[in-house]
């Protein structure tokens, strides 16, 4: 089989048009790219140039062989690479599944992992109560941020608390134009997962895991959602109006959570950075 350097060497020759641009190009003695073609005619039995002392052009078999051989020199070139790539170890990777309200402190979490271990990459993942819980138990995720209720069997650190400081309203309703509300006149209300039931209260039938996506159903006129000054602050919807609560304390209640089990060096390692980013 021809080898690959005399390869080379011809698909430069028939680039170039000429032996000693060919060997410029290569970094080596014209003589060599010469022999290295003359060696590659013998193996095929058949010329590859035809030269005079004023050019050199491509024979008609030369002329046929020249797209084979350019894709056998790309695919050479692709498998360098590859190889180049496999041989660097691939970075420490891990998932932490978050709920988009705690989306900051996942980005504080994720800097100050960094800083700790500069060669591991965090990977975040967005997701609800119930996609949290179904990632952690699946093991999909490595841990969760996520709020109240955790799920059993898994430890948890970190804990915060976000208070929920108005009620999101759909615009046709009339309570969305009054300057305050007690949750006692919501109506219907659409209560995040892990808030304990207020008195006085009902309750509406949907479970809310994503306060966020969560205002598609207080548009539709659902109910009311107690929702934390974060979404009164980023999220601008004309179907949608924020009115503060004029009364009670509701709040949400979240932590980083992970299987104690199975945690190795990464995952203590991202537990330790979610403590340090609750205390800066």
């Not at 999220?235 to 299987?259: E, I, K, N, Q, Y």
């Amino acid at each position: 089989m021809a080898a690959l350097r005399d390869i080379e060497c011809f698909a430069l020759v028939a680039r170039h048009r000429s032996f000693s641009r060919a060997a410029s190009a290569l970094g080596v003695s014209q003589p060599a790219v010469s022999q290295a073609v003359a060696r590659l005619e013998r193996e095929l039995g058949f010329r590859l140039f035809a030269r005079t002392s004023r050019e050199v052009s491509l024979t008609d078999s030369g002329l046929a062989l020249l797209p084979h051989a350019s894709a056998l020199l790309e695919q050479a070139a692709a498998f360098t690479a590859e190889a180049a790539r496999l041989a660097v170890p691939a970075p420490d990777a891990i998932r932490l599944a978050y709920a988009p309200l705690a989306g900051g402190f996942a980005a504080r979490v994720a800097r100050r992992l960094t800083l700790r271990k500069p060669g591991l990459d965090l990977q975040l993942v967005p997701a609800g109560w119930h996609a949290a819980t179904e990632a952690l138990t699946g093991h999909r995720v490595s841990a969760a941020l996520m709020s109240t209720p955790f799920p059993p069997g898994f430890a948890s650190a970190a804990r915060f608390h976000v208070p929920l400081s108005h009620l999101a309203l759909s615009a046709a309703d009339p309570l969305s134009s009054t300057s305050s509300l007690p949750l006692d006149r919501a109506g219907r209300l659409l209560l995040p997962r892990g808030v304990p039931l207020p008195d006085g209260v009902r309750l509406a039938p949907e479970a809310v895991d994503d306060p966020v996506a969560a205002l598609d159903l207080v548009a539709a006129g659902r109910g009311a959602l107690p929702v934390p000054q974060l979404l009164v602050d980023t999220v601008r919807r004309p179907d949608v109006r924020f009115v503060p609560l004029s009364s009670g304390s509701l709040r949400l209640t979240f932590a980083l959570v992970w299987s104690a089990d199975s945690a190795g060096e990464d995952v203590m390692a991202l537990v330790q950075a979610a403590q340090e980013a609750l205390r800066r």
